[in-house]
């Protein structure tokens, strides 16, 4: 089966980030092609984006190159980056934490009122 024009694209952005990080990591293509369980010309491939890579793959790759998929699929952009709570939102919660209970409760119900208040 020919590979589209963006899957073309997708896989050689693909392979130029693998082979960055396996060089920051100083890693051989050989080594690397080792613990994949792959030759040497087949990892050579997948890096110039001749090949497309086997999903199954990217987790172990991941790992190995010590990145998250994100990273490795180049996701690492303003949408990805909003899974967890605001770094503001984080030192909130953290200064809450450590406020004695009742100024804990009192909080809460602040935050509870403002929340019911918006679901009107």
Do not use: C, W
């Amino acid at each position: 089966m020919a590979i589209s024009q963006d899957e073309r694209e997708f896989f050689a952005a693909l392979g130029s980030r693998i082979a960055q990080q396996r060089k920051d990591q100083n890693i051989t293509q050989v080594q690397l092609a080792e613990t994949l369980g792959i030759s040497q010309p087949t990892m050579n491939a997948y890096e110039s984006g001749y090949r497309r890579m086997p999903v199954s793959t990217l987790p172990v790759l991941a790992r190995v190159l010590g990145v998250s998929l994100e990273d490795l699929l180049g996701e690492t952009n303003a949408a990805t980056k909003k899974r967890g709570p605001a770094p503001k939102l984080a030192q909130h919660m953290e200064r809450i934490s450590q406020l004695p209970k009742p100024k804990q409760r009192f909080v809460m119900q602040v935050i509870e009122s403002v929340l019911a208040q918006q679901g009107r």
